[in-house]
């Protein structure tokens, strides 16, 4: 079968079931505009039971596809179904990010790189404390807890709705990570200096419990990788009781510039301008 990436620019894409409400599209289209590059980036959608088929033929050039992201519910089998997955997709069992080079298909997980990208810019200095809390243990968390533990941060403390999950984390991710319950939360924040928020709590402006963060440690940053809205109930409790804060926004701008760099030559600059394209159709999308 003729391979149609012969001669043309690159061509990426962002894959996912259901897909028509990312954003990576407006990201790297707003790049590629950005530093007159050649080139082109949509949006995919395909089923679970459609996947495997398209990654076939993304290996062996029948769509013309240079490589591109992957989102929910396909991470997973991204991962198993790619030729060369780094150290780091490997350790995570998913993968966001794929790019062909010498006739196989390679594989990273770039989430992980997103979140602390966004906290160095947004927070310098944010990784010198001895405790992190994390509230949840789902798909989203598996990332986090991965660039906490390789940033040095001793203790990471997995607080999450079923003890198992959390547990299954640390059993992942080597002894500096410790599983608890909810009722073990206000415990492990005591003296804590980060709290990250990976549920869904808050999120599309659905309700959140009420949190009380006079135990962390004076100054603590308090985030959350829900980026809708944009200031989440867990983010506007912590302004109101003196925290610092951070939005997700950032990570979904971050970990996108790895990507670019593979498949488009250039390595891309996160600023305010790309900050503002998000929150304009995210307010538009309201």
């Known amino acids: 079968m003729a391979d149609r990436r012969e001669n043309s620019p690159p061509a990426a894409f962002v894959t996912g079931w259901p897909i028509k409400h990312s954003r990576s599209p407006i990201i790297h289209r707003h790049w590629l505009k950005q530093y007159g590059l050649p080139g082109s980036y949509n949006a995919v959608a395909v089923t679970e039971g459609d996947f495997a088929a398209f990654i076939d033929g993304l290996k062996n050039g029948s769509l ?22 780094d150290e780091l997709a490997t350790e ?27 906290l160095d810019g947004k927070h310098p200095g944010w990784d010198k404390v001895d405790r992190a809390v994390i509230l949840g243990a789902g798909g989203a968390s598996r990332a986090v807890v991965q660039a906490l533990r390789d940033r040095g941060i001793n203790e990471i403390h997995i607080v999450n709705r079923t003890v198992p999950r959390a547990r299954e984390l640390a059993d992942r991710f080597g002894p500096k990570i410790h599983a608890h319950g909810l009722p073990a939360l206000k415990e492990v924040m005591a003296g804590a200096g980060l709290f990250v928020n990976t549920t869904s709590l808050g999120m599309d402006g659905a309700e959140s419990a009420s949190f009380d963060f006079s135990g962390l440690k004076s100054g603590a940053l308090v985030t959350d990788i829900v980026y809708v809205p944009l200031e989440t109930p867990i983010l506007r409790q912590a302004r109101e009781q003196g925290y610092p804060t951070t939005d997700g926004l950032g990570m979904l701008l971050h970990q996108a510039v790895p990507g670019f760099e593979r498949w488009f030559g250039h390595r891309p600059v996160v600023d305010n301008v790309l900050r503002q394209l998000i929150i304009q159709d995210i307010q538009a999308a309201a």
């Open 64 to 85: 013309g596809l240079s490589g591109g992201n992957v989102t929910i519910p396909h991470k997973e089998v991204a991962f198993a179904l790619s030729d060369r997955p």
């Open 92 to 118: 995570l069992g998913a993968a966001n990010t794929l790019w062909l080079q010498d006739g196989q298909l390679h594989a990273t997980n770039t989430d992980g790189y997103g979140f602390t990208a966004n």
